[in-house]
Antibody, heavy 113, light 111 residues
């Protein structure tokens, strides 16, 4: 059974770094791409970046300077780190396999002092 | 970046009626492998998104055949025949042929 689950802090202070983990089961990270997508409250979906099955990464050009995606295949985990957070980074962060066939439940992140 | 333009942004339908959503991309989504990576994603209130259709017209497992996707190059359409209450929510088109981008979303509401 394919599952993805995001975890991380619910509250981050402005200018600090966000660290999220996507833990997957039911498939191998060396066979599928995992993407990060976020959604500000009441707004639409924004693609952030992806970890490809071969370990390559690609990023949304608007976030590239602040964003890093990595993985630990032995733990079946994909990591997202984004620095210099501002209030407009508040929202729900999702990881998804293959840009959509399976999604995590999402984790709500609030950027506030 | 590829811009995905959805219309309408809001759509009111009665149960049992059909609904149609348009999505236009700022350039052709036909990839070098000959495939077109255009998906339709649905999000009901308070839930995670769920993909309905991939590569323009292929239905994901478990998606009712009331849903259909058509189109090519830059113009795509999602059609829902016989709308049911469970179909109410927001529909997004999403391209994966280039650095992925989503449309703004179309909110399907009950008339």
């Amino acid at each position: 059974q394919v599952q993805l689950k995001e975890s991380g802090p619910g509250l981050v202070q402005p200018s600090q770094t966000l660290s999220l983990t996507c833990t997957v089961s039911g498939f191998s990270l060396t066979s599928y791409n995992v993407h990060w997508v976020r959604q500000p409250p009441g707004k639409g979906l924004e693609w952030m970046g992806r970890m490809r099955y071969n370990g390559d990464t690609s990023y949304n050009s608007a976030l590239k300077s602040r964003l890093s995606i990595s993985r630990d295949t032995s733990k079946n985990q994909v990591f997202l780190k984004m620095n210099s957070l501002q209030t407009d980074d508040t929202g729900t962060y999702y990881c998804t396999r293959n840009l959509g066939d399976y999604w995590g439940q999402g984790v709500m992140v609030t950027v506030s002092s | 970046d590829i811009v995905m333009t959805q219309t309408p942004l809001s759509l009111s339908v009665a149960i049992g009626q059909s609904a149609s959503i348009s999505c236009k991309s700022s350039q052709s989504l036909k990839y070098s492998d000959g495939k077109t990576y255009l998906n339709w994603v649905f999000q009901s209130p308070g839930q995670s998104p769920k993909r309905l259709i991939y590569q323009v017209s292929k239905l994901d497992s478990g998606v009712p055949d009331r849903f259909s996707g058509t189109g090519s190059e830059t113009d795509f359409t999602l059609k829902i025949s016989r709308v049911e209450a469970e179909d109410l929510g927001v529909y997004y088109c999403c391209q994966g042929s280039y650095s992925p981008t989503f449309g703004a979303g179309t909110k399907l509401e009950l008339k």
